[in-house]
């Protein structure tokens, strides 16, 4: 194969596979001996394949060959660690059966995806094996990947405990208590960051979920209020978007500098059409399940991001 010249970010496919196929071949991606590959250019998934949508298992069967054959990366997404917590049994002495307790919640948010792979238990249990082994973030040349949040103390620490970029059985199990190490870096890395809702307050979302949190922005300098920082689909009450941020609350913000390298992620379900947060952040996950967009930015050796390098399928009925 040639050598690579550039790389194409993709955002969260959640089982839209005829979509991302779709995308790949726009792109210029061609299926040789059953792979897609491109002649000079990979991927970069940048997690959440599975759940939701209804072609997960063509979705997840894509993206894995075309890892394996070295013509793309995968990273962890929060669903990709969700399902394998949900399928992972405890270990003796454990209060749950598996590590992700199996709520009617967290029942719900895998069902799509235990149901479409219920005929292949055993190409199940071996995609649950190789979700393992798969990077949590991933750093390039002039550019870093990530599902949701880059955090450079984290990051450091487990390239200098476990001295690679993904998680190992115990890493796994010791990442459920959520106050560890291993829990706070899969916290952050695949889900981002947050704030709690002042006053016990809570937000009923699209999804019929209700959250006591809401995510925030990692690259704002001096926010003051919590309308300044909220990033999410779901906005925040009127009375709470206006209040001014606490202290406390400051501490547990994140920062990513615009002096760092270009740094793309998904998981925050962006609507419109696709550009730039800021001259180096992109979000690519613009709600391709829910008959948004399925987008990819098309990176070469830039600095600064460009608008018309973002590239993407409407979803619109091809899942269907």
Same mark, same amino acid.
């Not at 649950?128 to 984290?154: I, N, Q, S």
């Not at 994140?254 to 925050?268: M, N, Q, R, V």
């Not at 930015?297 to 993407?312: A, I, Q, V």
């Given at each position: 194969?040639?050598?690579?010249?550039? !790389?194409?970010?993709?955002?969260?496919?959640?089982?839209?596979?005829?979509?991302? /196929?779709?995308?790949?071949?726009?792109?210029?991606?061609?299926?040789?001996?059953?792979?897609?590959?491109?002649?000079? =250019?990979?991927?970069?998934?940048?997690?959440?394949?599975?759940?939701?949508?209804?072609? *997960?298992?063509?979705? #997840?069967?894509?993206?894995?060959? %075309? @890892?394996?054959?070295?013509?793309?990366?995968? *990273? %962890?997404?929060?669903?990709?660690?969700?399902?394998?917590?949900?399928?992972?049994?405890?270990?003796?002495?454990?209060?749950? +059966?598996? #590590?992700?307790?199996?709520?009617?919640?967290?029942?719900? *948010?895998?069902?799509?995806?235990?149901?479409?792979?219920? +005929?292949?238990?055993?190409?199940? =249990?071996?995609?649950?094996?190789?979700?393992?082994?798969? +990077?949590?973030?991933?750093?390039?040349?002039?550019?870093?990947?990530?599902?949701?949040?880059?955090?450079?103390?984290?990051?450091?620490?487990?390239?200098?405990?476990?001295?690679?970029?993904?998680?190992?059985?115990?890493?796994?199990?010791?990442? %459920?208590?959520?106050?560890? $190490?291993?829990?706070?870096?899969?916290?952050?890395?695949?889900?981002?960051?947050?704030?709690?809702?002042?006053?016990?307050?809570?937000?009923?979302?699209?999804?019929?979920?209700?959250?006591?949190?809401?995510?925030?922005?990692?690259?704002?300098?001096?926010?003051?209020?919590?309308?300044?920082? @909220?990033?999410?689909?779901?906005?925040?009450?009127?009375?709470?978007?206006?209040?001014?941020?606490?202290?406390?609350?400051?501490?547990?913000?994140?920062?990513?500098?615009?002096?760092?390298?270009?740094?793309? $992620?998904?998981? !925050?379900? %962006?609507?419109? *059409?696709?550009?730039? @947060?800021?001259?180096?952040?992109? /979000?690519?996950?613009?709600?391709? @399940?829910?008959?948004?967009?399925?987008?990819?930015?098309?990176?070469?050796?830039?600095?600064?991001?460009? +608008?018309?390098?973002?590239?993407?399928? =409407?979803?619109?009925?091809?899942?269907?």
């Amino acid at each position: 194969m040639a050598a690579v010249q550039g !790389y194409d970010l993709i955002g969260d496919v959640h089982g839209c596979g005829k979509t991302l /196929c779709a995308l790949l071949e726009q792109m210029g991606y061609r299926k040789q001996s059953g792979v897609y590959q491109h002649k000079n =250019r990979k991927v970069v998934f940048v997690g959440d394949i599975v759940d939701r949508g209804p072609n *997960i298992r063509l979705a #997840l069967s894509v993206v894995r060959e %075309m @890892v394996e054959q070295g013509h793309a990366h995968l *990273i %962890m997404g929060n669903h990709e660690y969700n399902v394998l917590a949900f399928c992972t049994p405890s270990r003796p002495g454990s209060r749950y +059966p598996h #590590l992700r307790e199996h709520t009617s919640r967290n029942s719900f *948010i895998v069902e799509e995806t235990l149901k479409q792979f219920a +005929p292949y238990p055993q190409e199940w =249990r071996d995609h649950l094996a190789w979700f393992v082994t798969l +990077p949590l973030y991933k750093e390039f040349e002039h550019f870093r990947a990530v599902h949701a949040c880059w955090d450079d103390e984290l990051i450091a620490e487990m390239q200098s405990t476990l001295g690679c970029n993904h998680m190992n059985e115990d890493f796994l199990h010791a990442s %459920m208590d959520r106050e560890s $190490f291993a829990g706070r870096l899969v916290d952050r890395l695949t889900r981002g960051t947050a704030l709690k809702l002042p006053e016990g307050r809570s937000i009923t979302a699209k999804d019929g979920f209700v959250r006591h949190f809401f995510r925030t922005k990692f690259w704002e300098t001096e926010p003051k209020t919590y309308d300044e920082v @909220v990033f999410q689909p779901d906005p925040l009450p009127e009375d709470i978007a206006p209040r001014a941020i606490t202290d406390e609350d400051r501490a547990q913000l994140h920062y990513y500098s615009p002096a760092e390298k270009i740094l793309f $992620f998904g998981h !925050y379900w %962006m609507k419109g *059409i696709p550009g730039p @947060v800021t001259n180096n952040i992109a /979000c690519l996950d613009y709600s391709a @399940v829910k008959y948004g967009r399925l987008v990819a930015y098309r990176m070469d050796s830039e600095t600064h991001l460009d +608008p018309n390098k973002f590239c993407w399928v =409407r979803v619109d009925r091809i899942e269907d």
